[in-house]
């Protein structure tokens, strides 16, 4: 059952290449575990994850660490511990229904490894229903087809592999150059489906034939102003930056029109991921990241700074309604010099107060080097909101 269960994954797993990461550092933390190798390293750095943010409630990246571990540990042939991570997924909720029919179907295979066919046929049926219900056609013929060798029911003849299925199976088994080779034998009407040309451009990413993929995916964005083209040709030149940084120009450029166009495709939360994104990488380029980092680690102990602005605030309530008292009492006369000595004094004793707090902050000695980290923490926010405005410009929004 094993060996003719494991094929069932091969389009499942794409279902979840579309998840990307947010500017938030659990986004970013999750975006490098994801890019790990799948198996062993992938499934410790997720373990990691969780370790790290194990509420599940705050962070919605949580709940996907669970999915790729179900993943990792059944292409690992660990059914037990895919069991474990599937189940906790489907507790959790809040997966793309891909991502839920594709658990269901993981378990479903897991019980039937493990000889437990009622559970194996119980998860293979939830798979089927659920599939059909949100038109997951593959999963719920894969499914189907997990139930029928659960109950014993003679095979049918296998069909022949469609192109995308062939295609799907060598970026799984990361034979990038074949699954190349194998794109460009295809025809005119297979290389314009959405999926097929997606994988095709990750095994170009994969294959290292990163200049290749920015011409494929320029021309597919030229022909079609999608976000998810933006999105694509950003992902190709972040993976470029990696050995030139100058390369991280375009790629936050392609990251902010893939935030407004998923905007304007009314996709708030991959807006803001994309735009957060963005953001991110803007700081990375002038390593003021690097620089908080720094800066955290070294920063000096200060005694607590005294704030005396309650009392400022009391005294100069007090100041204010003898003000109004003296004037309601001297409407007509001059003021006597005793009453103006009332309100000089509480005014002398608000300055030392305000003089103090200032002098506190004075002595920080962390000031200056807060202070240059803000200055430039604003001058990269004004970029942004520049590079934003020119993208704007660019897609006539």
């Known amino acids: 059952m094993r060996k003719s269960l494991v094929v069932a994954l091969i389009l499942l797993l794409l279902g979840a290449l579309a998840w990307s990461q947010n500017l938030e550092n659990a ?76 658990v269901y179907l993981i378990l479903g295979s897991s019980y039937g490894a493990n000889k437990n066919k009622e559970k194996a046929t119980t998860w293979a049926e939830k798979a089927i229903v659920f599939s059909k219900s949100k038109g997951i056609g593959d999963i719920a013929k894969q499914a189907q087809a997990l139930k029928d060798e659960l109950s014993g029911a003679a095979k049918k003849p296998a069909k022949p592999l469609t192109s995308l299925e062939k295609i799907g199976q060598m970026y799984n088994q990361k034979k990038y150059e074949e699954a190349i080779s194998m794109f460009n034998s295809f025809s005119q009407n297979d290389k314009s489906d959405d999926t097929i040309f997606e994988i095709y451009a990750r095994c170009l990413t994969g294959a290292g034939k990163l200049d290749a993929a920015v011409k494929e995916f320029t021309d597919a964005y030229a022909k079609n102003r999608k976000a998810v083209n933006a999105e694509r040709l950003g992902n190709i030149y972040l993976a470029k930056a990696k050995k030139d940084k100058q390369f991280l120009d375009s790629a936050i450029s392609y990251q902010i029109e893939a935030g407004l166009l998923y905007q304007k495709e009314k996709n708030t939360s991959r807006q803001a991921a994309l735009l957060k994104n963005a953001k991110y990488w803007l700081y990375e380029k002038y390593d003021y990241n690097a620089k908080i980092k720094k800066y955290n680690a070294t920063v000096k102990p200060v005694k607590p700074v005294v704030s005396n602005d309650k009392e400022i605030k009391s005294l100069q309530y007090e100041y204010d309604k003898l003000e109004r008292d003296l004037a309601r009492k001297y409407v007509d006369i001059e003021m006597p010099g005793y009453e103006q000595d009332k309100l000089d004094k509480i005014q002398e004793q608000i300055s030392k107060l305000k003089a103090g707090n200032s002098k506190q902050s004075a002595e920080d000695p962390n000031s200056a080097a807060a202070q240059e980290l803000m200055k430039e923490q604003q001058r990269i926010e004004a970029e942004f909101k520049t590079l934003n405005d020119q993208a704007r410009k660019k897609l006539g929004l």
């Open 27 to 102: 986004g970013i933390d999750y975006t490098t575990a994801l890019t790990k190798k799948g198996g062993p390293e992938r499934i410790s750095a997720f373990e990691t994850y969780i370790k790290n943010y194990p509420d599940p409630a705050q962070n919605v990246f949580t709940k996907l660490a669970f999915y790729w571990l179900t993943v990792d540990y059944y292409n690992s042939k660990n059914y037990d511990k895919a069991i474990r991570n599937g189940e906790k997924a489907v507790a959790l909720g809040g997966m793309e229904a891909k991502l839920e029919a594709g």
